[in-house]
Nanobody
């Protein structure tokens, strides 16, 4: 069983920065794509950014130029660097990893979420 543990959320002033991390542990066979999503109160969960095994990144238009996604060499941890934060970035942020189990069957695994609040 694989666990995703997120950290780095908190309260930040508008214009500030935060760095979220998400580490996978447990019976890891293969991790494919990693991604971040967020969900604001009363809204649906939305895509934020993703990174492929080859290191190709993609970010949503709403955060382009402000947020960046990266991963470590072991590919078990994914980060989300968030700069120039705005009040509308306030949400619970979730990491998601596309995994392959011991039978090479793909499945999505989600973190528990970390709260990011941007407010003065």
């Amino acid at each position: 069983q694989v666990q995703l543990v997120e950290s780095g959320g908190g309260l930040v002033l508008p214009g500030g920065s935060l760095r979220l991390s998400c580490a996978a542990s447990g019976s890891i066979f293969n991790i494919d794509h990693m991604a971040w999503y967020r969900q604001a109160p009363g809204k649906q969960r939305e895509y934020v950014a993703a990174i492929s095994p080859a290191g190709t990144t993609n970010v949503a238009d709403s955060v382009k130029g402000r947020f960046a996604i990266s991963t470590d060499n072991a590919k078990n941890t994914v980060w989300l660097q968030m700069n120039s934060l705005k009040p509308e970035d306030t949400a619970v942020y979730y990491c998601k990893m596309l995994m392959y189990d011991h039978k090479n069957i793909p499945y999505d695994d989600w973190g528990q979420g970390t709260q990011v609040t941007v407010s003065s």
